[in-house]
C-alpha cells in the first residue's frame, strides 16, 4: 500500500440547482473523490443534506463517495450511508460515546471507516483505534460553516500527526485535511503531511474544471516528489 494522495470537492459549496451537472464536471477534470458534509443541526449549528442526496448523485458518478459526518451518534446512519452508496465514512471522535464500535460497525457495513478532529482535539484520542481506521481527518477550520479562514495552529497538528502515524508503522494511512484550504494554503498542509484534500469554495467559485485542475496538478507535484 501506498500513501493516497487525493483532491476531495466538498460540495457544501456547489450550486444544488445544478449539483448533478457539477458532479460531471469534476469527474471529467479528473477528480478522483467527491466529499460530503452531513450536519445535522446539532453536532454543528447549521444542518446540510443526508443520504438521499447520496443516493440522488451515485447513479451518475464513479467518483469515491468521502462522506464526513458531522453528527451526533453517527453509529445510527451507518448502515443507510452504506445502503445510498457512501465509500468513507468519517466519523467525529467527539460525536462518538463508543468510537471503537462505531468504527466496527462501520467496516461490517462495507465501508472505509474514518475519524475527524476538531481543531482543540488532542491526537491522543487515536492511539487505541489505529488499527480500525483508514483514513484522519484533521479539521483546519471549526466545523459547520464554509469559507472560514485556514486555523495557523494546525500545521503542527499535522506534522505531529504525520510523525505519530510513521513511528506507530501507520506510514500509509492518509491524512485528510477540511477548511480554509486553497491556493495560499495547499502547500502548508501538504508540507505538513497531509495527503488528502477537501477544497470547497477554492473548486467551486468561479471556473470548477480549472480551479480543480489548478488543485490536482499542486497535489501530483507533492506526491511524486515523494517529500
Excluded at 97 to 111: F, K, V, Y
Excluded at 145 to 151: C, L, N, S, T, V
Excluded at 162 to 171: F, P, T, V
Amino acid at each position: 500500500m501506498t500513501r493516497i494522495y487525493r483532491l476531495s470537492p466538498s460540495i457544501l459549496s456547489a450550486d444544488f440547482s445544478k449539483l448533478g451537472e457539477q458532479v460531471r464536471i469534476l469527474e471529467d477534470a479528473g477528480a478522483p473523490w467527491l466529499h460530503i458534509d452531513v450536519m445535522d443541526g446539532q453536532f454543528v449549528p447549521p444542518v446540510s443534506f443526508g443520504d438521499v442526496v447520496i443516493r440522488s448523485v451515485r447513479p451518475v458518478s464513479k467518483m469515491f463517495f468521502d462522506v464526513h459526518m458531522m453528527v451526533t451518534e453517527p453509529d445510527r446512519f451507518v448502515d443507510d450511508y452504506a445502503k445510498a452508496g457512501a465509500d468513507m465514512f468519517t466519523v467525529h471522535a467527539e460525536a462518538c460515546a463508543h468510537l471503537d464500535r462505531t468504527l466496527q460497525h462501520i467496516h461490517e457495513s462495507g465501508m472505509k471507516a474514518g475519524v475527524a478532529l476538531n481543531p482543540a482535539t488532542p491526537l491522543q484520542v487515536l492511539d487505541y483505534v489505529l488499527d480500525k481506521v483508514d483514513m484522519v481527518l484533521i479539521m483546519t477550520v471549526n466545523p459547520g460553516y464554509g469559507g472560514q479562514k485556514y486555523i495557523p495552529s494546525m500545521t503542527a497538528k499535522i506534522r505531529d500527526l504525520r510523525r505519530k502515524l510513521d513511528e506507530a508503522g501507520y506510514q500509509d494511512l492518509p491524512i485528510e485535511v477540511d477548511g480554509g484550504i486553497n491556493a495560499s494554503t495547499i502547500d502548508t498542509v501538504l508540507d505538513a503531511g497531509a495527503s488528502v484534500i477537501v477544497a470547497g469554495s477554492a473548486v467551486f467559485r468561479g471556473d470548477i474544471a480549472k480551479n480543480a485542475s489548478d488543485l490536482m496538478k499542486r497535489i501530483h507535484e507533492k506526491e511524486i516528489s515523494g517529500s
